[in-house]
């Protein structure tokens, strides 16, 4: 039955909006979460400086980047070298340790990014 879908059940909880299955038996989220998602010619990247739940240290976030490991890795590895920081690839982008929305904007123009934020 390669036409049917779950409808309704009360044991899993939400359903993917895609295939109808559970979220944690869904097929669709696995390939997206695989990090796979091509990087577009034009990347659009958001900025924002977080404090919450760090314990007051600052951390500044570079988010809606493609979902690409690879180019996250890169992109990660070349923020933290030229901010002279540390900082980690999350789900939804890239994180480095301080304040510093101003040299990451410049760099990330630099290399045809438009930025946000």
Do not use: I
């Not at 490991?69 to 890169?74: N, R, T, V, Y």
Request: aromatic share 4%; glycine share 12%; with cysteine.
């Amino acid at each position: 039955m390669s036409n049917s879908r779950l409808v309704y059940s009360t044991a899993s909880g939400r359903a993917c909006p895609k295939c109808g299955w559970p979220l944690a038996s869904c097929q669709c989220s696995q390939t997206l979460s695989a990090g796979k998602e091509a990087v577009p010619n034009r990347v659009v990247a958001k900025l924002r400086m977080e404090k919450k739940g760090r314990g007051g240290k600052t951390v500044t976030v570079v988010y809606g980047l493609p979902n690409n490991a690879e180019f996250l890795k890169s992109l990660c590895s070349e923020l933290k070298k030229a901010c002279g920081c540390g900082g980690s690839t999350t789900e939804e982008g890239v994180e480095l340790q301080g304040d510093l929305r101003g040299r990451v904007r410049a760099h990330l123009e630099q290399k045809g990014f438009a930025v946000k934020g």
